[in-house]
């Protein structure tokens, strides 16, 4: 039986998770959820999580949430070669939660913010868009944590060591998402770009 799974493509969570069942072969029910119209309405919350947001997956009638804790779940279930998510190597396992948490606590909080509070939010609700010293403040943000991902990639190949993980999908997928909609030029983070 196939999982289900709740989300939308232009989510860099769900974009991990929907990354997982491709890559390992998973089969599973795509339900497309429109953020800030689905995810906020009661019956999403009564029915698929209550806090209201992506992704969600329901394996064996239990609903998970939190796309790395769902990353976890599911690379430890299906990866049998542990190819993205080390298993015996603690230490290499180590590496990629943490790349996963700085992710989930520094990288996501500044970057998913900014584009929606000036671009998105402006183009989609009418939101006025921010004053000129608010955007500098948020692209000296967007750049810090852009300079730390080219600091770490300078260490090793991959943003946990020298193998790709699950951490190099998420982390990918924030930076694509904010140099996408900023058009931001990655020269200057040379290791980033390489990487």
Known sequence: MA???WGMYASQPCRTVVYIF?????PYEHNEVRPRFDTRSVEFKRTVNRWGKTPVIEHHGVKMVE???????????FDDKAEIMPRDDLLARQRVDAMLDVNGNTYRPVFMPSYWE???SPIC????VPSQER?????S???FNLKDINEVTSLSPFVAGEKFSIA???IYNEVFNVATHFEIDLSEYVHLKTW
Do not use: C, E, N
């Not at 491709?22 to 998973?26: F, G, K, N, P, S």
């Not at 955007?135 to 692209?139: F, G, L, P, R």
């Open 3 to 5: 999982m289900k799974y």
């Open 22 to 26: 491709r890559r390992l072969a998973i």
């Open 67 to 77: 796309s790395a804790a769902i990353s976890r779940y599911l690379l430890a279930l």
């Open 118 to 120: 000036v671009k998105l």
């Open 125 to 128: 609700f009418g939101v006025p």
């Open 135 to 139: 955007v500098d403040k948020i692209m």
């Open 141 to 143: 943000d967007v750049h």
């Open 168 to 170: 190099d999908v998420q």
